[in-house]
C-alpha cells in the first residue's frame, strides 16, 4: 500500500498548473457516448476517475486511445452493451452518468449502483424523476438501476433540490428527444456549463447553462468534435486554501477567476491577499489568518468540495468559525482525524465550530474520502513534524499529479511504500 509522508512548516511559494476539471471531465467523457464518430478530448486531468471511465468505455466496445497524458480519442460508434456491471460502477459516483447517455442512444441502460465518496445517504430520486417526466420507465434491484423507453419525448423537469447528477443526467437523456425539454431548478456550476459546450459542439441545442433553467431542443443526431475541458475549480481552490495556510506566495496558472470568485471571497476575509490576472491568481498570506463563518451551497455558492480544506485553514486562524454544510447530511467524518492532530472542532449537526489553534501537530492521519483527503495533505503541509497519511487512493482519483505540483513549490512530501500494520478480517456490509 501507498501513504503520504510530510515534513510540515514549509511555506509553498512559486507556480502550479491546474488541471483539467475532474468532474466536467467525467460528465463529457461519458457524453462521447452519443457521437456519431471520433470525439477528442484535450486537458483531459490523468487521474483514477478518468481511468476508470475510460475502461468501462473499452470494455463496452469504444475505441479508446490515449494519445498523450491528457489527450485522449474516442470512438463510441461500435458500443453493443447497454450494461454496465456494479463491479465498474462502485468505484466512481459519476458511473451513473451512463444512465443518461445509453438511455438517450440505445433507449436502454442497466448500471450498477453508483460508488464514490461516502457522505451518507446518496440518492437518485430526482435523476429518476427526470427519466420518467421523458417517458422513461426505471427499475431497481440487486445493485443495479435499468431504465427504458419506447420514445424519449421532451418535457418539463423540476428538481426539488439543486442537483449537478440529475442535471447532467437529464441533459445528457435529453439531447435527442423529441422535442423540448425544460429543466427548473438546474445546477449552475461551471461544469455543468462545461457539458452543454461540449454537447452543442456536437451538433445539439442546449441553452441557459449556468442559469437555473436549462432549455435542450432534441436533435437528430450529434456529430463527434474536438474539445477542451476547462480549468478544475476545485483543485485550484485547494492551492489556494493551501498557499494562504503556509503563509505562501503561489501564482496558480490555469484557472478561471470568475469560477474562484466564493473561495477567493472567503480567503480575503481571513486577511490573505489575492491578486487576479487573466487566467491566473495569486494567493499570499503573512501571519496568523483571521476566523471567518462559511457556508457552503451550490454554484456560485462556497462550493462544498472545498469545506474540509477550508476547515483545516480555520483550525489554525485566530478566534472561533462556524462552517456550515448545507449540500450534503454527512461531510464532517474528516473531522476526528484533525482533532487528532490537535484541532479544536466540535461538529453539531451540519455545522462545525472551530476554534482556531496556533498549531497542528504532526501525526499518522488518513484520507476519508476525496476531498477530506486533500484537506490532510494541507494539515500536514501546516503542522509541526511528521504526518503520515493513508487510504491516498481517495486523492488518486481527483487530484493529477499531487506530490510533484506541492513538491515544486516547495513541499517536503513523498509518496511510500508501506506494509499494513494488521490485515483485517473483511466484514461484508448490507
Ligand atoms: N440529491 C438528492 N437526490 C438526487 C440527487 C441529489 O437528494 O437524486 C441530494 C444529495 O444527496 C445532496 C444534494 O442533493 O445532498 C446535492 O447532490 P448532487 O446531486 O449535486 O451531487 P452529485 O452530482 O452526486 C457532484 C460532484 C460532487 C459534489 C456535488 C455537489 C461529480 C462527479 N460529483 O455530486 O463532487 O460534491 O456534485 O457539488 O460531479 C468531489 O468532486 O469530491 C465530489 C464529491
Request: charged content about 25%.
Amino acid at each position: 500500500m501507498e501513504k503520504f509522508v510530510i515534513s510540515g512548516g514549509k511555506r509553498l511559494c512559486g507556480e502550479v498548473e491546474i488541471s483539467g476539471a475532474k468532474n466536467a471531465a467525467v460528465a463529457i467523457i461519458s457524453a462521447t457516448i452519443l457521437a456519431e464518430g471520433v470525439c477528442r478530448l484535450e486537458n483531459i486531468p490523468n487521474v483514477r476517475d478518468v481511468r476508470i471511465l475510460m475502461q468501462i468505455l473499452d470494455e463496452m466496445g469504444a475505441k479508446v486511445r490515449n494519445i498523450n497524458k491528457n489527450t485522449w480519442e474516442i470512438d463510441t460508434s461500435h458500443i453493443k452493451s447497454t450494461v454496465v456491471s456494479n463491479e465498474m460502477t462502485r468505484h466512481l459516483r459519476a458511473s451513473y452518468y451512463f444512465l443518461g447517455a445509453l438511455l438517450a442512444r440505445f433507449k436502454h441502460a442497466k448500471v450498477g449502483m453508483p460508488g464514490g465518496c461516502n457522505f451518507g445517504v446518496r440518492p437518485i430520486d430526482q435523476h429518476i424523476k427526470g427519466f420518467e417526466a421523458l417517458g422513461a420507465s426505471v427499475t431497481t434491484g440487486n445493485a443495479m438501476v435499468e431504465v427504458k423507453a419506447k420514445e424519449i419525448v421532451g418535457n418539463s423537469v423540476y428538481f426539488d433540490m439543486v442537483s449537478v447528477g440529475a442535471t447532467v443526467n437529464v441533459m445528457l437523456a435529453a439531447v435527442k428527444a423529441k422535442g423540448l425539454t425544460v429543466i427548473e431548478n438546474a445546477a449552475k456550476e461551471p461544469h455543468i456549463v462545461d457539458l452543454a459546450n461540449f454537447l452543442n459542439l456536437m451538433g445539439a441545442d442546449v441553452r441557459g447553462a449556468g442559469t437555473d433553467i436549462i432549455k435542450i431542443r432534441g436533435v437528430d443526431r450529434l456529430h463527434g468534435c474536438q474539445y477542451s475541458i476547462i480549468p478544475d475549480q476545485i483543485e485550484a481552490g485547494t492551492y489556494m486554501v493551501a498557499a494562504a495556510a503556509t503563509n505562501g506566495d503561489v501564482l496558480i496558472k490555469n484557472v478561471i477567476p470568475k469560477h474562484l470568485d466564493s473561495i477567493s471571497a472567503k480567503l480575503i476575509e481571513c486577511g490573505a491577499q489575492i491578486e487576479e490576472f487573466d487566467d491566473c491568481i495569486r494567493v499570499s498570506s503573512h501571519g496568523r489568518l483571521n476566523r471567518c463563518h462559511v457556508k457552503t451551497m451550490p454554484h456560485p455558492g462556497f462550493p462544498t468540495d472545498m469545506q474540509p480544506q477550508m476547515a483545516v485553514l480555520l483550525s489554525v486562524a485566530e478566534g472561533t468559525s462556524i462552517l456550515s454544510e448545507s449540500v450534503w447530511d454527512n461531510r464532517f467524518r474528516y473531522v476526528d482525524q484533525l482533532i487528532r492532530m490537535g484541532a479544536l472542532i466540535q461538529v453539531e449537526g451540519k455545522a462545525a465550530i472551530i476554534e482556531g489553534v496556533p498549531q497542528l501537530k504532526g501525526s499518522p492521519i488518513r484520507a476519508d474520502d476525496l476531498r477530506a483527503g486533500a484537506a490532510m495533505v494541507i494539515a500536514g503541509l501546516i503542522a509541526q513534524g511528521e504526518t503520515t497519511i493513508e487510504d491516498i487512493h481517495h486523492i488518486d482519483r481527483g487530484y493529477e499529479d499531487m506530490i510533484e505540483k506541492l513538491q515544486a513549490l516547495g513541499a517536503d512530501i513523498k509518496r511510500c511504500e508501506f506494509e499494513p500494520a494488521e490485515t483485517k478480517a473483511v466484514s461484508i456490509v448490507g
